[in-house]
C-alpha cells in the first residue's frame, strides 16, 4: 500500500502549492512610494527583486542581490541611475551589469574593463499610478500588455484612489474568494451583495467570466452615495483574465484586482475601484468632479478598507485550515472554484514548461550569464527537464 507521501496530490493540494505565471505584467509597488534616488524590495513567488527609482526619474528592477556576497543590494544605495552594494562598493546599472567596483579589483578600470558580472534585470514600467515588472522570459515583454482599463486611459479619465494589501494567504484563495458570492454571511454588516444567484459561466480563452445576479441596493454605502440607491444594480460580471481579476457593475462600478503571489502563504493585492456615478447624500445630486476623489477618500476609508479587512480576517482563516487539513478535500458546491484552480495549474506548467526550453537553448548557445524567470529554481527547471527527456524516452 502506499504511502501517504506516495498518494497521488487532490486538485487542491496542487493548486495551493503552484506560482504564477511570470510571463505577464505584475504590479509590484505604488508609484508614490518610490522615490528619486530610493529604492525598495519586492518579491515575486520567492525571488527577491530591487525596484530602485534613478535620479533621473526613471524606474528599474533587477535581482535583489550582490553576486560577491549576496547582500540585498536594496540595503545600499542608489547614485545617478545606478544601484550600490553598501558593502564593497560594487555598482549596478538596470540591466544588471555590474558598472563598477571601489576596490583594487576594480579601481581606475573603465567599465569595458571590468570583469563580466551580471545579475537578473526585468522589464518595469508605470501605468495605473503602479510599478509593474515583467519577471519572465522578457523577450516576451513587449507582446504582453498590462491590462487596459478604458475609465483610466479616456479622454477623461475617472478618479480613483488604488489600495495596497498583503494578505496571508495563496492567492488563488483570494480569487476564489472574491469571485464567490456564496459567502455573504461573512459580510452581514456591510452587505456589499445580498441573495446572489449563480446565472452561469463563460469561457473565451484564458479568461472565465463569471455572471451573478444579486441585490447591491443593502449596502450602506450604495444607500448613502449610490446612483438611485442602487437600482439597476443587480447584475454583475466578474472575471479571472489570468493572472487579473475584476468585476463590472452595469458599466458603473468596476473593480480590478492586481495580484502578486510572494510565496505559498502570502499575496500582495492591488485593488483598483472604479465608482462612476456618486451622489451627495440626502439631497440626491452628483458629486461634482473637483470633490470626487475626497468622495473616494472617504469611502476607501469607511467602507471598502472594513469591508476588505473581513476578507483578510477569513482568508487567513482559511490558510490556517489549509495548513492543519492538507490532505482533506473540500466540500465545494461552487463550480467556479474547480475552473479557476485548472486554469492556475496549468498557467504554472506552461510556465515551467516554456523556461525550460528557454534555459536549454541558453545552454545549447554557451551563452555566459543564464538566468531563469523568477519564480523558479534552476532545480524546478532541471527536475523539469530531466522529467521531459524521461517522457521522451518512454515514447521511443
Same mark, same amino acid.
Given at each position: 500500500?502506499?504511502?501517504? !507521501?506516495?498518494?497521488?496530490?487532490?486538485?487542491?493540494?496542487?493548486?495551493?502549492?503552484?506560482?504564477?505565471?511570470?510571463?505577464? %505584467?505584475?504590479?509590484?509597488?505604488?508609484?508614490?512610494?518610490?522615490?528619486?534616488?530610493?529604492?525598495?524590495?519586492?518579491?515575486?513567488?520567492?525571488?527577491?527583486?530591487?525596484?530602485?527609482?534613478?535620479?533621473?526619474?526613471?524606474?528599474?528592477?533587477?535581482?535583489?542581490?550582490?553576486?560577491?556576497?549576496?547582500?540585498?543590494?536594496?540595503?545600499?544605495?542608489?547614485? &545617478?541611475?545606478?544601484?550600490?552594494? @553598501?558593502?564593497?562598493? %560594487?555598482?549596478?546599472?538596470?540591466?544588471?551589469?555590474?558598472?563598477?567596483?571601489?576596490?583594487?579589483? &576594480?579601481?581606475?578600470?573603465?567599465?569595458?574593463?571590468?570583469?563580466?558580472?551580471?545579475?537578473?534585470?526585468?522589464?518595469?514600467? !508605470?501605468?495605473?499610478?503602479?510599478? %509593474?515588472?515583467?519577471?519572465?522570459?522578457?523577450?516576451?515583454?513587449?507582446?504582453?500588455?498590462?491590462?487596459?482599463?478604458? @475609465?483610466?486611459? @479616456?479622454?477623461?479619465?475617472?478618479?480613483?484612489?488604488?489600495?495596497?494589501?498583503?494578505?496571508?494567504?495563496?492567492?488563488?484563495?483570494?480569487?476564489?474568494?472574491?469571485?464567490?458570492?456564496?459567502?455573504?454571511? #461573512?459580510?452581514?454588516?456591510?452587505?456589499?451583495?445580498?441573495?446572489?444567484?449563480?446565472?452561469?459561466?463563460?469561457?473565451?480563452?484564458?479568461?472565465?467570466?463569471?455572471?451573478?445576479?444579486?441585490?447591491?441596493?443593502?449596502?450602506?454605502?450604495?444607500?448613502?452615495? &449610490?446612483?438611485?440607491?442602487?437600482?439597476?444594480?443587480?447584475?454583475?460580471?466578474?472575471?479571472?483574465?489570468?493572472?487579473? $481579476?475584476?468585476?463590472?457593475?452595469?458599466?458603473?462600478?468596476?473593480?480590478?484586482?492586481?495580484?502578486?503571489?510572494?510565496?505559498?502563504?502570502?499575496?500582495?493585492?492591488?485593488?483598483?475601484?472604479?465608482?462612476?456615478?456618486?451622489?451627495?447624500?440626502?439631497?440626491?445630486?452628483?458629486?461634482?468632479?473637483?470633490?470626487?476623489?475626497?468622495?473616494?477618500?472617504?469611502?476607501?476609508?469607511?467602507?471598502?478598507?472594513?469591508?476588505?479587512?473581513?476578507?483578510?480576517?477569513?482568508?487567513?482563516?482559511?490558510?490556517?485550515? $489549509?495548513?492543519?487539513?492538507?490532505?482533506?478535500?473540500? /466540500?465545494?458546491?461552487?463550480?467556479?472554484?474547480?475552473?479557476?484552480?485548472?486554469?492556475?495549474?496549468?498557467? %504554472?506548467?506552461?510556465?515551467?514548461?516554456?523556461?525550460? #526550453?528557454?534555459? /536549454?537553448? /541558453?545552454?545549447?548557445?554557451?551563452?555566459?550569464?543564464?538566468?531563469?524567470?523568477? &519564480?523558479?529554481?534552476?532545480? !524546478?527547471?532541471?527536475?523539469?527537464?530531466?522529467? #521531459?527527456?524521461?517522457?521522451?524516452?518512454? !515514447?521511443?
Amino acid at each position: 500500500m502506499n504511502t501517504e !507521501e506516495e498518494q497521488p496530490k487532490s486538485r487542491r493540494e496542487q493548486v495551493r502549492s503552484v506560482g504564477q505565471s511570470g510571463n505577464y %505584467w505584475y504590479a509590484m509597488e505604488m508609484s508614490s512610494k518610490l522615490k528619486k534616488g530610493k529604492s525598495v524590495e519586492v518579491i515575486f513567488w520567492k525571488s527577491p527583486i530591487a525596484l530602485y527609482r534613478g535620479e533621473e526619474g526613471e524606474v528599474f528592477a533587477i535581482e535583489n542581490r550582490c553576486p560577491h556576497r549576496q547582500l540585498r543590494l536594496t540595503s545600499g544605495i542608489v547614485q &545617478g541611475n545606478e544601484i550600490t552594494c @553598501q558593502y564593497h562598493g %560594487w555598482t549596478f546599472d538596470g540591466c544588471g551589469k555590474c558598472t563598477g567596483i571601489s576596490h583594487e579589483l &576594480g579601481k581606475g578600470k573603465a567599465k569595458d574593463s571590468l570583469p563580466n558580472i551580471k545579475v537578473n534585470s526585468y522589464p518595469v514600467q !508605470e501605468k495605473y499610478g503602479l510599478i %509593474w515588472v515583467f519577471p519572465g522570459d522578457p523577450a516576451l515583454a513587449d507582446k504582453v500588455h498590462i491590462p487596459e482599463v478604458p @475609465q483610466l486611459t @479616456q479622454e477623461n479619465p475617472w478618479e480613483f484612489v488604488p489600495l495596497d494589501f498583503t494578505l496571508k494567504a495563496h492567492f488563488t484563495m483570494i480569487l476564489e474568494n472574491v469571485c464567490d458570492f456564496n459567502h455573504a454571511f #461573512l459580510h452581514r454588516k456591510f452587505k456589499p451583495f445580498t441573495d446572489p444567484h449563480l446565472l452561469g459561466t463563460r469561457h473565451e480563452g484564458d479568461i472565465i467570466y463569471v455572471d451573478y445576479e444579486t441585490d447591491m441596493s443593502q449596502s450602506s454605502a450604495v444607500k448613502v452615495a &449610490g446612483e438611485k440607491k442602487g437600482k439597476g444594480l443587480e447584475d454583475m460580471t466578474l472575471w479571472y483574465h489570468y493572472p487579473y $481579476q475584476g468585476s463590472n457593475t452595469a458599466d458603473k462600478y468596476l473593480h480590478w484586482l492586481f495580484m502578486t503571489p510572494i510565496d505559498e502563504k502570502t499575496t500582495r493585492c492591488f485593488f483598483v475601484f472604479l465608482l462612476g456615478p456618486l451622489e451627495i447624500p440626502f439631497i440626491n445630486k452628483p458629486v461634482p468632479k473637483f470633490l470626487r476623489k475626497t468622495v473616494i477618500h472617504l469611502a476607501n476609508f469607511f467602507y471598502i478598507v472594513p469591508l476588505l479587512k473581513e476578507d483578510v480576517f477569513i482568508l487567513q482563516e482559511e490558510m490556517l485550515g $489549509q495548513e492543519r487539513h492538507p490532505h482533506i478535500q473540500h /466540500q465545494e458546491f461552487n463550480p467556479i472554484v474547480g475552473e479557476f484552480q485548472k486554469l492556475s495549474i496549468k498557467k %504554472w506548467n506552461e510556465y515551467i514548461h516554456s523556461e525550460a #526550453l528557454r534555459k /536549454q537553448k /541558453q545552454l545549447d548557445s554557451k551563452e555566459r550569464h543564464i538566468f531563469p524567470g523568477a &519564480g523558479l529554481t534552476k532545480k !524546478e527547471l532541471s527536475d523539469y527537464s530531466r522529467m #521531459l527527456e524521461e517522457s521522451k524516452e518512454l !515514447e521511443m
